[in-house]
């Protein structure tokens, strides 16, 4: 019990024995063997063995013998079934690459399918698949459940639509000072931004925040941005009947109806008092989204002489629009911390309750949030959106880059089927046809 080979087997068994890590056969084997040469009762106290183990390994040392050595446990679960979760795996992924939600219900139903199927062996179709099983095969693939962020109607990235949609910007845009083309979008604004989260004590039951009572009370802003890095005045749409006496804002054009959405009058008001005045006679570009309301009779078309607005496809205003590709998610979170600025120090007056946010507050706040953010955040939220050809700041204007953004940011959405082509040409000149 003194070579060399016995101290590195003594080390090894006492560091398993030590961690409680599962003994193999090989270990038990080396562990019978010296206690019938050194005594069961020294072993056991030497490795902290009970004695009934040893008695029983002693007993099966010839088939422990016999045995194929295993691998000492890392606690890492293979598949046990891996031609049925690789089947699973697969499917999952062209179920999200088309927008279908997944459960552990439907991985177990695309098992099932597998194991009706004649190619299935033997030994898969007697697996008996349960919900847990169905949990790690998503664990192992890389996948987790998460909350469903958008839903809808609308179909998902579309890299031809979205390469086809820019060559059409190219074509116009072509001429275009990057100051006279145009981003439009609309957004809510709460008078009271209460965040999701807060810190708290740990073990706390409840999560109070002080707040006026005004939590799902809004306006809507259609916030406007150039290429070339500016900011165009705010349209703020108040929800009232009349515009209030006395209400100007810097920055901010204030208008009001009963529901305080962008309508299609709203819209026109919105060029007539935003975009031309800005344009002073020059021909501009206004990109806009597919709302119904941002369609304009071709007969008012002769009125704003010189404008040209370019809808974006449907389902593509995540990834080709500025606005919402780089500009929204920053300015509500500086109009977040205007309120929480204004809580704090409202909050801190004891004995007084929390009034509502005025007009002239609230689009105080929007005035503040777009002069915090820079024209550098603007143009790149343009480059990232694909204008890359428009020869912005940090940007070759080359049309290669715009298919290696395009690719990048789809990569997961690459159209395999045949007909899908024919159908984004349709929708391309849908688009061409809405926009003039």
């Known amino acids: 019990m003194t070579d060399n080979g016995n101290f590195v087997k003594i080390a090894d ?3 398993v024995v030590t961690h409680r890590i599962r003994l193999t056969n090989e270990h038990k084997t080396w562990l019978a063997d010296a206690a019938t040469k050194l005594g069961k009762r020294k072993i056991c106290e030497i490795f902290g063995i009970k004695r009934q183990s040893m008695d029983l390994w002693a007993s099966q040392i010839d088939d422990l013998r016999t045995k194929t050595p295993n691998k000492k446990t890392d606690h890492k679960c293979g598949p046990r079934f891996p031609i049925i979760e690789g089947y699973v795996v697969r499917k999952i992924i062209e179920l999200r690459a088309v927008g279908v939600p997944v459960t552990l219900k439907v991985v177990l139903e695309q098992a099932k399918q597998f194991q009706n199927q004649e190619t299935c062996s033997e030994k898969e179709k007697k697996a008996r698949l349960s919900s847990s099983w169905a949990y790690l095969v998503m664990k192992r693939a890389g996948f987790c459940s998460r909350a469903i962020t958008t839903s809808g109607n609308e179909s ?4 031809v639509v ?3 949609f820019h060559r059409l910007c190219k074509n116009i845009c072509s001429g275009f000072s990057a100051s006279l083309i145009l981003n439009m979008d609309e957004i809510s604004v709460h008078y009271e931004n209460v965040p999701q989260r807060s810190y708290e004590k740990m073990g706390s039951k409840k999560v109070a925040v002080r707040t006026s009572g005004a939590t799902k009370k809004n306006i809507t802003v259609a916030l406007t941005i150039s290429a070339a890095g500016e900011w165009l005045p705010a349209y703020a749409i108040l929800k009232r009947k009349t515009i209030p006496s006395n209400l100007e804002v810097p920055r901010v054009y204030v208008s009001a109806n009963e529901t305080s959405w962008m309508s299609s009058s709203e819209f026109i008001k919105f060029i007539k008092y935003i975009v031309m005045p800005y344009a002073q006679g020059r021909n501009v570009i206004l990109i806009v989204d597919c709302a119904t309301s941002h369609k304009i009779d071709p ?6 002489q010189g404008l040209t607005i370019l809808q974006i496809p449907k389902g593509q205003t995540g990834n080709l629009q500025p606005l919402d590709v780089g500009i929204n998610k920053p300015f509500r979170s500086k109009m977040q911390a205007s309120w929480l600025d204004r809580n704090v120090r ?9 009034p509502v946010p005025s007009h002239v507050e609230l689009l105080g706040w929007v005035s503040e949030a777009m002069s915090k953010i820079p024209s550098d955040m603007i143009i790149k939220s343009w480059i990232r959106s694909g204008f890359t050809y428009l020869n912005l700041v940090g940007s070759d204007g080359n049309m290669d880059d715009i298919q290696q953004n395009l690719e990048e940011k789809f990569s997961a959405f690459k159209i395999t089927n045949g007909d899908s082509d024919q159908e984004s040409e ?3 000149e849908d688009m061409q046809y809405d926009s003039f």
């Open 13 to 15: 068994t006492a560091q």
């Open 156 to 159: 998902l990235p579309n890299i």
């Open 162 to 164: 979205a390469e086809s």
């Open 299 to 304: 007969v008012l078309y002769n009125e704003f």
């Open 346 to 354: 409202l909050a801190q007056q004891s004995g007084r309750k929390i």
């Open 426 to 428: 349709n929708e391309v």
